[in-house]
């Protein structure tokens, strides 16, 4: 066995990405270097004789490592589970792994911790205005171990976003190593942004969830723009690559209508409420907000708080993205909208939206689904379960389609609040036909006079008689 064989078989080892077999690292070797031997197998073996950093991990048929490629305190640092070993504690025999003498073999025990592939996705808003200076999309890797550099593509559309800068977060470096950006490389033309960072020194490598780095975008047209990341790597400190998956986002640039204070591309009770809780401020008030003095005469009064009320329900165009759906759950989040529905004398369905928790709501607002050969809406008025005030108004209804419609309704000047159990608004519809179904809530949403959404809940509609016949029943007495 010439010295170049066992110098060849430790590169081999120094360079793999798992334990090998005899069998693996003679056909590695050989791609190195012929072996003028008619018995290859036992000068691989006799090549680690002398080797003092080649370990044996002793199962059947045996795995070989390179020593400093395998341990890193108690865990084995390469992925014994890619060559058939289960998670759990192994025994290692390391021959001469003392240089000094030659003789000595020793036994480590280390644990094979079973790490999950890493999530490593791009993350930014649903949507943004068209007017915005500009758009930042964090690229996150999720429960990683021993991190000590990364490299990503991301891709775009062009059409839509154009970047501008990438920059490295401090995740890499948070337990006080040494960071440099390797490259990085931005295509405002093909929609494509590179880059790539690692980190040196003694501390201990980051592990856990945290922000690799961001990007930085223009906005260049309206439309949704796919943010994909390709070609990921993550490296560990041994330079070994991490198991990871890719992900995506979607971004759309839009221009938010007028009335939509909050960008939420809805104007809905939240936009509402922000004007009517500044109802009767003037300039030099703490809570006055020139912002919501829409007709610039000093104070905010109803004209003010009547703009964005009659854009209500006005959405970006192409839909809205925000507060439309509504929350539903079996189990509601101290909140809950729902039904109860009365027959009137005079072909009329009464439909009354209750609340039932500890909020105190100023402001609400529901999408309803119903039969247009059975009923034709007629009205909406606000109820006693909102907060008390100088005016109560109401919203809608405003049909969104045939069989749906949105219905709402508001206080000005919330003094007082009402919680518990009560009415929040009624809707009156004209039954066109005895046979039809009654109404059904698809989504709900409130608002305190703050104009702060209060989580809640759509109540299971088999609960509360939801879709009732309309020859049920008639309003109690």
Same mark, same amino acid.
């Given at each position: *066995?010439?010295?170049?064989?066992?110098?060849?078989?430790?590169?081999?080892?120094?360079?793999? $990405?798992?334990?090998?077999?005899?069998?693996?690292?003679?056909?590695?070797?050989?791609?190195?270097?012929?072996?003028?031997?008619?018995?290859? &197998?036992?000068?691989?073996?006799?090549?680690?004789?002398?080797? !003092?950093?080649?370990?044996?991990?002793?199962?059947?048929?045996? %795995?070989? #490592?390179?020593? !400093?490629?395998?341990?890193?305190?108690?865990?084995?640092? *390469?992925?014994?589970?890619?060559?058939?070993?289960?998670?759990?504690?192994?025994?290692?025999?390391?021959?001469?792994?003392?240089?000094?003498?030659?003789?000595?073999?020793?036994?480590?025990?280390?644990?094979?911790?079973?790490?999950?592939?890493?999530?490593?996705? =791009?993350?930014?808003?649903?949507?943004?205005?068209?007017?915005?200076?500009?758009?930042?999309?964090?690229?996150?890797?999720?429960?990683?171990? +021993?991190?000590?550099?990364?490299?990503?593509?991301?891709?775009? +559309?062009?059409?839509?976003?154009?970047?501008?800068?990438?920059?490295?977060?401090?995740?890499?470096?948070?337990?006080?190593?040494?960071?440099?950006?390797?490259?990085?490389?931005?295509?405002?033309?093909?929609?494509? #942004?590179?880059?790539?960072a690692g980190a040196y020194g003694l501390a201990p490598s980051p592990a856990g969830s945290g922000v690799l780095a961001s990007v930085t975008f223009a906005l260049a047209g309206l439309g949704t723009s796919n943010l994909v990341l390709r070609n990921v790597v993550l490296a560990d400190s041994l330079s070994m690559p991490m198991a990871m998956t890719e992900g995506s986002a979607q971004v759309r640039v839009v221009?938010? !209508?007028?009335?939509?204070?909050? &960008?939420?591309?809805?104007?809905?009770?939240?936009?509402? *409420?922000?004007?009517?809780?500044?109802?009767?401020?003037?300039?030099?008030?703490?809570?006055?907000?020139?912002?919501?003095?829409?007709?610039? +005469?000093?104070?905010?009064?109803?004209?003010?708080?009547?703009?964005?009320?009659?854009?209500?329900?006005?959405?970006? !165009?192409?839909?809205?993205?925000?507060?439309?759906?509504?929350?539903?759950?079996?189990?509601?989040?101290?909140? /809950?909208?729902?039904?109860?529905?009365?027959?009137?004398?005079?072909?009329?369905?009464?439909? $009354?939206?209750?609340?039932?928790?500890? /909020?105190?709501?100023?402001?609400?607002?529901?999408?309803?689904?119903?039969?247009?050969?059975?009923?034709?809406?007629?009205?909406?008025?606000?109820?006693?379960?909102?907060? %008390?005030?100088?005016?109560?108004?109401?919203?809608?209804?405003?049909?969104?389609?045939?069989? %749906? *419609?949105?219905?709402?309704?508001?206080?000005?000047?919330?003094?007082?609040? /009402?919680?518990?159990?009560?009415?929040?608004?009624?809707?009156?519809?004209?039954?066109?036909? &005895?046979?039809?179904?009654?109404?059904?809530? @698809?989504?709900?949403?409130?608002?305190?006079? +703050?104009?702060? /959404?209060? =989580?809640?809940? #759509?109540?299971?509609?088999?609960?509360?008689?939801?879709? @009732?016949?309309?020859?049920?029943? $008639?309003?109690?007495?």
């Amino acid at each position: *066995m010439t010295p170049a064989i066992a110098h060849t078989v430790g590169q081999v080892l120094a360079a793999a $990405e798992r334990p090998l077999t005899v069998d693996e690292i003679l056909a590695r070797v050989v791609e190195l270097q012929p072996i003028a031997s008619a018995q290859p &197998r036992a000068a691989i073996r006799n090549a680690f004789v002398g080797q !003092p950093l080649i370990a044996s991990l002793g199962s059947r048929p045996a %795995r070989y #490592v390179w020593w !400093p490629n395998v341990l890193a305190g108690s865990s084995f640092r *390469m992925s014994l589970t890619a060559a058939g070993c289960a998670a759990g504690t192994y025994t290692v025999t390391v021959t001469n792994f003392d240089t000094q003498s030659a003789s000595l073999s020793s036994a480590y025990t280390a644990t094979n911790p079973a790490y999950p592939p890493a999530p490593v996705s =791009p993350s930014t808003r649903a949507h943004v205005g068209l007017d915005e200076a500009s758009l930042a999309v964090d690229v996150s890797a999720e429960n990683v171990n +021993d991190l000590r550099g990364f490299e990503f593509d991301l891709t775009f +559309d062009p059409a839509i976003l154009q970047a501008t800068g990438v920059s490295l977060s401090p995740f890499l470096g948070s337990t006080g190593l040494n960071t440099f950006v390797a490259g990085q490389e931005l295509d405002s033309v093909a929609g494509h #942004v590179s880059f790539g960072a690692g980190a040196y020194g003694l501390a201990p490598s980051p592990a856990g969830s945290g922000v690799l780095a961001s990007v930085t975008f223009a906005l260049a047209g309206l439309g949704t723009s796919n943010l994909v990341l390709r070609n990921v790597v993550l490296a560990d400190s041994l330079s070994m690559p991490m198991a990871m998956t890719e992900g995506s986002a979607q971004v759309r640039v839009v221009t938010y !209508p007028e009335g939509d204070l909050d &960008r939420s591309c809805l104007v809905d009770v939240y936009d509402i *409420m922000l004007v009517a809780n500044r109802w009767n401020t003037h300039a030099g008030d703490p809570n006055y907000l020139a912002t919501y003095d829409f007709d610039r +005469d000093g104070d905010i009064d109803i004209l003010d708080i009547m703009v964005v009320a009659n854009l209500w329900n006005t959405s970006c !165009p192409g839909g809205a993205l925000a507060h439309s759906a509504g929350q539903t759950s079996v189990e509601p989040p101290g909140y /809950a909208v729902y039904l109860r529905q009365f027959r009137e004398a005079g072909a009329l369905l009464v439909v $009354e939206l209750h609340g039932c928790g500890t /909020a105190a709501p100023a402001a609400y607002q529901g999408l309803l689904a119903y039969d247009p050969a059975a009923l034709s809406p007629l009205e909406v008025q606000p109820g006693p379960g909102l907060a %008390r005030g100088a005016l109560a108004l109401p919203l809608g209804p405003q049909a969104e389609q045939p069989g %749906r *419609m949105a219905v709402g309704g508001f206080v000005v000047g919330a003094t007082d609040v /009402a919680t518990g159990s009560a009415l929040l608004g009624t809707v009156r519809f004209r039954v066109l036909k &005895r046979d039809g179904l009654g109404v059904h809530l @698809l989504s709900a949403q409130a608002a305190d006079r +703050d104009g702060a /959404a209060i =989580p809640l809940a #759509v109540q299971d509609q088999s609960y509360y008689w939801l879709w @009732l016949p309309l020859t049920i029943s $008639e309003r109690p007495r």
